[in-house]
């Protein structure tokens, strides 16, 4: 994950603390800023959870711990001087404590997927008779996989086409089909993108 030793953290500059600077691992978006010393850190490390230290509250403050928003840890790097962090994470929904994607104002377009992900596990965690997510997962993996299936070749059909509109339905209908499968089997989107990050390096 992170390719430094905590002990190279210049955190006497800060004195004691260092900027986190906090960003989307997949749609690259600056979230927020927050500040760490040692032990937020060293918790953050451990839970793969980001934790700050809170100046106002004078404490640990562990991203997300009353809203449920936290921020998954993917990699945390260490700035060429040193003395700052970059915190890589995966949302777990609105970086803001006002409700925004980010705390600079603006929403964090990317995030709808991870977003989508939660709202079709909660379906199958707490199944709903009036919502089609559970009907599907109410009806087992074969007629998930076969939903995939189908749906693909739909999209196929649309591509020698060229209606936009068809074209982009049916590529959504894939790929809210696609999690449901992932959901099914109890995988997770981050799980399918570590994999193409990995292919990428």
């Given at each position: 994950?992170h390719?430094?030793?905590?002990?190279?953290?210049?955190?006497q500059k800060?004195?004691?603390?260092?900027?986190?600077?906090v960003q989307?691992?997949?749609?690259?978006?600056?979230?927020?800023l927050g500040?760490?010393?040692?032990?937020a850190v060293?918790?953050t490390?451990?839970?793969?959870?980001v934790?700050?230290?809170s100046?106002?509250?004078?404490?640990l403050?562990?991203?997300?711990?009353?809203?449920?928003?936290?921020?998954?840890?993917?990699?945390?790097?260490?700035?060429c001087?040193?003395?700052?962090?970059?915190?890589?994470?995966?949302?777990?929904?609105?970086?803001c404590?006002?409700?925004?994607g980010t705390?600079?104002?603006?929403?964090n377009?990317?995030?709808?997927?991870?977003?989508?992900?939660?709202v079709i596990?909660?379906r199958?965690?707490?199944?709903?008779?009036?919502?089609y997510?559970?009907?599907?997962?109410?009806?087992?993996?074969?007629?998930?996989?076969?939903?995939?299936?189908?749906?693909?070749?739909?999209?196929?059909?649309?591509a020698?086409?060229d209606?936009?509109?068809?074209?982009?339905?049916e590529?959504?209908?894939l790929?809210y089909?696609?999690?449901?499968?992932?959901a099914a089997?109890?995988?997770?989107?981050?799980e399918?993108?570590?994999i193409?990050?990995?292919r990428?390096?």
């Amino acid at each position: 994950m992170h390719n430094f030793s905590s002990s190279e953290i210049d955190f006497q500059k800060g004195e004691g603390l260092v900027p986190v600077i906090v960003q989307d691992v997949n749609t690259q978006a600056v979230l927020m800023l927050g500040y760490m010393n040692q032990a937020a850190v060293a918790q953050t490390l451990a839970e793969k959870r980001v934790t700050f230290f809170s100046r106002s509250k004078n404490r640990l403050w562990t991203k997300g711990e009353t809203s449920g928003n936290f921020f998954e840890l993917i990699d945390l790097q260490l700035d060429c001087d040193q003395d700052t962090l970059l915190a890589l994470v995966l949302p777990k929904g609105p970086a803001c404590h006002k409700g925004t994607g980010t705390c600079f104002g603006t929403e964090n377009k990317g995030a709808f997927v991870p977003y989508l992900e939660k709202v079709i596990q909660d379906r199958r965690d707490n199944p709903n008779d009036a919502s089609y997510t559970s009907s599907l997962f109410k009806k087992g993996i074969n007629k998930v996989a076969q939903k995939v299936g189908e749906e693909a070749v739909e999209l196929v059909i649309e591509a020698k086409d060229d209606n936009k509109d068809l074209f982009l339905n049916e590529a959504a209908d894939l790929m809210y089909h696609y999690l449901v499968l992932l959901a099914a089997k109890g995988y997770s989107w981050e799980e399918v993108m570590a994999i193409l990050r990995e292919r990428h390096q």
